[in-house]
């Protein structure tokens, strides 16, 4: 039972970074821009986090940096996009490059640091509850900002007018437009406020999920956050069950090492992505449930006036 509370715990915590990173990226295809340079954003963020730790001590002051750096790195990318009409894909794969490769360029000089163990959470007279205290009442406040984060995003988009505009956007950005909406500045927002949030689940990963930095430990999380949104048939609260739901494939390849199963490392190691392959592959034999969920104008450039 014991390993099955810490399994649970583990599951949540790895499905927290996988959470808000997509949920950032949900806001982006909402508005109707693809950003594949996720990958490259958090990683950046995931240095930046760690040396404003480093040089501070202050925990919120490297989420600040990381959502700092996140928001950064979406706004040029949203400023070629939006703007200068470049290719969305191939601008986003240009980013998750130079993002990988100026985190490992930046990040030589802290690869021995460390940094200090974080303090024990738990929710009194909750965390003492046999099973259930260990595996979901003694989690970093950052696991229960990914579950209000969803339960708000969810409320933003279908129950705001700020939230109808932003998918009216992804809809049909030329009726938008012809409403007086300014569409750019819309996309522009919510491409920022992604990058943001996938800087967030960068800082997490180097700040307190893995407390240290090495080179790409992102290591594909932000591919698999952008597939969540589609495994999520772009819906906040099952991006956070995918996330979850990825997150515990990632955890069960360390419980069944504890439990002694003779497994190669390297199937287990895979394990995440080939389960984001076959769920990939199980949607889309159904392009028609995909098309009904999906923003219409999603990766369509926006020219005002044409």
Do not use: D
């Amino acid at each position: 039972m014991e390993s099955m509370a810490l399994l649970l715990a583990s599951t949540l915590s790895a499905g927290t970074v996988l959470a808000i990173a997509a949920l950032g990226l949900l806001i982006n295809e909402k508005a109707g821009v693809i950003n594949l340079g996720a990958e490259g954003m958090m990683l950046c963020a995931a240095i930046a986090g760690f040396a404003a730790v480093v040089h501070s001590g202050s925990t919120l002051v490297g989420f600040a940096a990381g959502m700092l750096a996140g928001a950064f790195l979406a706004g040029l990318f949203g400023l070629l996009v939006i703007w200068l009409n470049t290719n969305q894909v191939a601008t986003g794969l240009a980013v998750s490059l130079f993002g990988a490769g100026f985190s490992a360029f930046v990040g030589t000089g802290y690869v021995q640091e460390k940094l200090s163990t974080n303090a024990a959470f738990e929710i009194p007279g909750l965390a003492q509850i046999p099973f259930l205290g260990n595996a979901l009442f003694k989690q970093h406040p950052m696991v229960y900002f990914g579950i209000a984060l969803t339960l708000s995003l969810v409320y933003f988009l279908y129950r705001t007018r700020a939230g109808l505009v932003l998918r009216s956007v992804g809809e049909s950005p030329e009726s938008a437009h012809a409403l007086g909406y300014p569409v750019r500045r819309i996309r522009l927002a919510a491409v920022v406020a992604g990058g943001a949030l996938c800087g967030l689940a960068g800082a997490y990963i180097s700040v307190v999920y893995t407390p240290l930095w090495v080179e790409g430990m992102v290591a594909g999380k932000g591919w698999i956050a952008l597939a969540l949104t589609t495994f999520a048939t772009w819906r906040p609260a099952r991006v956070l069950l995918g996330a979850y739901l990825f997150g515990g494939v990632t955890m069960l390849q360390f419980y069944l090492q504890g439990m002694g199963v003779e497994v190669p490392s390297q199937l287990l190691t895979a394990l995440p992505y080939v389960a984001t392959i076959v769920v990939l592959a199980l949607i889309s034999r159904n392009p028609q449930w995909i098309r009904v969920n999906m923003p219409a104008s999603i990766g369509k450039a926006f020219y005002p006036g044409s």
